[in-house]
Protein backbone atom coordinates (compact mmCIF):
# COMPACT_ATOMS: atom_id res chain seq x y z
CA UNK A 1 0.00 0.00 0.00
CA UNK A 2 1.30 3.26 -0.72
CA UNK A 3 0.19 4.70 2.26
CA UNK A 4 -1.95 8.84 2.41
CA UNK A 5 -0.82 10.57 -0.70
CA UNK A 6 -0.92 14.04 -0.39
CA UNK A 7 -0.24 16.58 -3.14
CA UNK A 8 1.78 18.68 -3.61
CA UNK A 9 4.18 18.53 -1.32
CA UNK A 10 5.63 22.55 -1.82
CA UNK A 11 3.09 25.19 -2.36
CA UNK A 12 4.29 28.74 -2.87
CA UNK A 13 1.96 31.31 -3.72
CA UNK A 14 0.99 35.06 -3.37
CA UNK A 15 -1.30 36.47 -0.72
CA UNK A 16 -4.78 36.68 -2.30
CA UNK A 17 -4.54 33.29 -4.54
CA UNK A 18 -6.51 30.37 -4.12
CA UNK A 19 -4.97 27.04 -2.68
CA UNK A 20 -5.85 23.71 -3.52
CA UNK A 21 -4.26 20.64 -1.32
CA UNK A 22 -5.14 17.47 -2.39
CA UNK A 23 -5.47 13.75 -0.58
CA UNK A 24 -6.07 10.29 -1.16
CA UNK A 25 -6.34 8.52 1.77
CA UNK A 26 -5.26 4.36 2.15
CA UNK A 27 -7.81 2.51 0.66
CA UNK A 28 -10.34 1.10 2.39
CA UNK A 29 -10.48 3.20 5.48
CA UNK A 30 -13.60 5.18 6.24
CA UNK A 31 -12.35 8.31 7.96
CA UNK A 32 -10.22 11.49 6.63
CA UNK A 33 -8.39 14.02 8.59
CA UNK A 34 -7.41 17.66 7.98
CA UNK A 35 -4.52 18.76 9.85
CA UNK A 36 -2.98 22.38 10.25
CA UNK A 37 0.76 21.97 12.17
CA UNK A 38 2.54 25.18 13.08
CA UNK A 39 5.89 25.74 15.44
CA UNK A 40 3.71 28.01 17.64
CA UNK A 41 0.75 26.16 17.72
CA UNK A 42 1.69 22.36 17.16
CA UNK A 43 -0.83 20.03 15.10
CA UNK A 44 -4.23 21.44 14.66
CA UNK A 45 -6.97 19.44 14.00
CA UNK A 46 -9.10 21.36 10.76
CA UNK A 47 -11.96 18.95 9.80
CA UNK A 48 -12.85 14.89 9.63
CA UNK A 49 -15.17 13.10 7.26
CA UNK A 50 -16.55 9.76 8.07
CA UNK A 51 -17.94 7.60 4.74
CA UNK A 52 -17.00 11.03 2.49
CA UNK A 53 -19.70 12.75 4.62
CA UNK A 54 -17.89 15.82 7.04
CA UNK A 55 -18.59 15.41 10.38
CA UNK A 56 -16.60 18.04 12.46
CA UNK A 57 -15.36 21.20 11.04
CA UNK A 58 -15.31 23.30 14.14
CA UNK A 59 -11.69 23.47 13.66
CA UNK A 60 -11.64 25.33 10.31
CA UNK A 61 -10.22 28.66 11.11
CA UNK A 62 -12.59 31.05 8.84
CA UNK A 63 -14.73 31.16 5.78
CA UNK A 64 -11.69 30.84 3.86
CA UNK A 65 -11.11 27.59 4.25
CA UNK A 66 -13.37 25.20 2.77
CA UNK A 67 -12.98 21.21 2.41
CA UNK A 68 -14.56 18.50 0.34
CA UNK A 69 -14.99 14.74 -0.33
CA UNK A 70 -16.68 13.82 -3.38
CA UNK A 71 -15.71 10.10 -3.18
CA UNK A 72 -13.65 7.49 -0.62
CA UNK A 73 -10.80 8.00 -2.43
CA UNK A 74 -10.10 11.86 -3.07
CA UNK A 75 -10.21 15.26 -0.87
CA UNK A 76 -9.12 18.56 -1.30
CA UNK A 77 -8.86 21.40 1.28
CA UNK A 78 -9.06 24.58 -0.23
CA UNK A 79 -8.26 28.20 1.16
CA UNK A 80 -9.43 31.25 -0.99
CA UNK A 81 -8.08 34.19 -0.82
CA UNK A 82 -4.98 32.65 0.71
CA UNK A 83 -3.27 35.29 3.58
CA UNK A 84 0.10 34.80 5.13
CA UNK A 85 -0.75 33.64 8.14
CA UNK A 86 -2.28 30.38 6.28
CA UNK A 87 1.91 29.02 5.81
CA UNK A 88 1.94 25.69 7.54
CA UNK A 89 2.15 22.06 6.59
CA UNK A 90 -0.64 20.69 6.31
CA UNK A 91 -1.48 16.98 6.59
CA UNK A 92 -4.18 14.51 5.64
CA UNK A 93 -4.68 11.25 7.77
CA UNK A 94 -6.49 8.16 7.44
CA UNK A 95 -8.36 5.79 9.65
CA UNK A 96 -10.37 2.92 9.43
CA UNK A 97 -13.91 4.09 11.36
CA UNK A 98 -13.80 4.72 14.70
CA UNK A 99 -11.11 5.07 17.09
CA UNK A 100 -8.76 3.33 14.92
CA UNK A 101 -5.23 4.11 14.03
CA UNK A 102 -4.59 7.30 11.93
CA UNK A 103 -2.03 7.07 9.36
CA UNK A 104 -0.83 10.68 8.43
CA UNK A 105 0.27 11.67 4.85
CA UNK A 106 3.84 13.00 4.25
CA UNK A 107 2.27 16.96 4.15
CA UNK A 108 2.02 20.11 1.98
CA UNK A 109 3.98 22.96 2.98
CA UNK A 110 2.28 26.22 2.45
CA UNK A 111 3.93 29.45 2.18
CA UNK A 112 1.96 32.41 1.22
CA UNK A 113 3.84 35.19 0.59
CA UNK B 1 -10.67 23.08 28.67
CA UNK B 2 -9.22 19.77 27.36
CA UNK B 3 -5.46 20.20 27.16
CA UNK B 4 -2.40 18.58 26.63
CA UNK B 5 1.02 19.44 27.74
CA UNK B 6 4.58 17.79 26.90
CA UNK B 7 7.91 18.59 28.88
CA UNK B 8 10.62 19.00 28.07
CA UNK B 9 10.31 21.18 25.37
CA UNK B 10 13.70 20.09 23.71
CA UNK B 11 16.08 17.63 24.72
CA UNK B 12 19.86 17.08 23.62
CA UNK B 13 21.44 13.37 24.66
CA UNK B 14 23.90 11.70 23.84
CA UNK B 15 24.13 7.82 22.17
CA UNK B 16 23.26 5.18 24.05
CA UNK B 17 22.06 7.03 26.90
CA UNK B 18 18.31 6.41 27.89
CA UNK B 19 15.85 9.27 28.25
CA UNK B 20 11.86 10.15 29.70
CA UNK B 21 9.78 12.52 28.32
CA UNK B 22 6.62 13.82 29.98
CA UNK B 23 2.91 14.34 29.10
CA UNK B 24 0.29 15.96 31.20
CA UNK B 25 -3.34 16.05 29.88
CA UNK B 26 -6.60 17.72 31.52
CA UNK B 27 -8.88 16.12 28.41
CA UNK B 28 -11.87 14.27 30.03
CA UNK B 29 -13.60 11.98 29.55
CA UNK B 30 -10.24 10.07 28.20
CA UNK B 31 -10.47 6.94 25.75
CA UNK B 32 -6.98 6.70 24.89
CA UNK B 33 -3.89 8.25 24.80
CA UNK B 34 -1.26 8.19 22.20
CA UNK B 35 2.49 8.84 21.40
CA UNK B 36 3.79 9.31 18.00
CA UNK B 37 7.29 10.31 16.65
CA UNK B 38 7.47 12.59 13.83
CA UNK B 39 10.71 12.92 11.99
CA UNK B 40 11.55 16.35 10.10
CA UNK B 41 9.79 17.09 7.02
CA UNK B 42 8.05 13.52 7.66
CA UNK B 43 4.15 13.05 8.82
CA UNK B 44 3.78 11.60 12.20
CA UNK B 45 4.16 8.23 13.13
CA UNK B 46 2.38 6.39 15.77
CA UNK B 47 4.48 4.30 18.44
CA UNK B 48 2.21 3.22 21.23
CA UNK B 49 -1.67 3.71 22.12
CA UNK B 50 -2.96 2.97 25.44
CA UNK B 51 -6.63 2.70 26.67
CA UNK B 52 -7.26 3.87 30.28
CA UNK B 53 -6.59 1.03 31.55
CA UNK B 54 -3.77 0.26 30.55
CA UNK B 55 -0.28 1.52 32.41
CA UNK B 56 2.49 0.40 30.29
CA UNK B 57 3.12 -0.78 26.52
CA UNK B 58 6.17 -1.61 24.56
CA UNK B 59 7.52 -1.19 21.67
CA UNK B 60 10.86 -2.22 20.67
CA UNK B 61 12.83 0.79 22.95
CA UNK B 62 9.68 2.24 23.34
CA UNK B 63 8.28 2.01 26.68
CA UNK B 64 5.19 4.33 27.27
CA UNK B 65 3.29 4.84 30.75
CA UNK B 66 -0.37 5.79 31.84
CA UNK B 67 -1.26 6.89 34.91
CA UNK B 68 -5.03 7.38 34.49
CA UNK B 69 -5.90 9.07 37.85
CA UNK B 70 -2.88 11.81 37.67
CA UNK B 71 -3.60 11.88 34.32
CA UNK B 72 0.38 11.28 32.88
CA UNK B 73 2.10 9.96 30.71
CA UNK B 74 5.33 9.44 29.88
CA UNK B 75 7.56 8.22 27.19
CA UNK B 76 10.69 5.81 27.80
CA UNK B 77 13.49 5.53 25.30
CA UNK B 78 16.63 2.76 26.15
CA UNK B 79 19.60 3.02 24.66
CA UNK B 80 18.94 6.05 22.17
CA UNK B 81 20.10 5.89 18.97
CA UNK B 82 20.85 8.75 16.24
CA UNK B 83 17.79 8.11 14.23
CA UNK B 84 15.57 8.41 17.35
CA UNK B 85 16.60 12.12 16.81
CA UNK B 86 12.89 13.65 16.20
CA UNK B 87 9.43 15.66 17.64
CA UNK B 88 7.64 13.57 20.04
CA UNK B 89 3.83 14.14 20.39
CA UNK B 90 1.36 12.96 22.70
CA UNK B 91 -2.15 12.68 21.49
CA UNK B 92 -5.33 11.83 23.71
CA UNK B 93 -8.50 10.64 22.65
CA UNK B 94 -11.23 13.04 23.94
CA UNK B 95 -14.75 13.67 23.09
CA UNK B 96 -15.76 13.17 19.70
CA UNK B 97 -17.39 16.03 18.05
CA UNK B 98 -19.70 13.59 16.17
CA UNK B 99 -20.06 10.05 14.84
CA UNK B 100 -17.95 7.37 16.21
CA UNK B 101 -14.44 8.96 16.00
CA UNK B 102 -13.01 10.43 19.11
CA UNK B 103 -11.09 13.75 18.34
CA UNK B 104 -7.37 13.64 18.94
CA UNK B 105 -6.14 16.12 21.36
CA UNK B 106 -2.28 17.00 20.64
CA UNK B 107 0.31 18.03 22.81
CA UNK B 108 3.38 20.43 21.61
CA UNK B 109 5.63 17.61 21.43
CA UNK B 110 9.05 17.05 22.77
CA UNK B 111 12.04 17.58 20.13
CA UNK B 112 14.52 15.39 21.24
CA UNK B 113 18.42 15.33 19.26
CA UNK B 114 20.40 12.16 19.50
CA UNK B 115 24.05 13.40 18.94
CA UNK B 116 27.30 10.53 19.03
Known amino acids: DAGVIQSPRHEVTEMGQEVTLRCKPISGHNSLFWYRQTMMRGLELLIY??????IDDSGMPEDRFSAKMPNASFSTLKIQPSEPRDSAVYFCASSLWGVGEQYFGPGTRLTVT | KNQVEQSPQSLIILEGKNCTLQ??????????LRWYKQDTGRGPVSLTI?????NTKSNGRYTATLDADTKQSSLHITASQLSDSASYICVVSGPGGGGATNKLIFGTGTLLAVQP
Open chain 2, 23 to 32: CNYTVSPFSN
Open chain 1, 49 to 54: FNNNVP
Open chain 2, 50 to 54: MTFSE
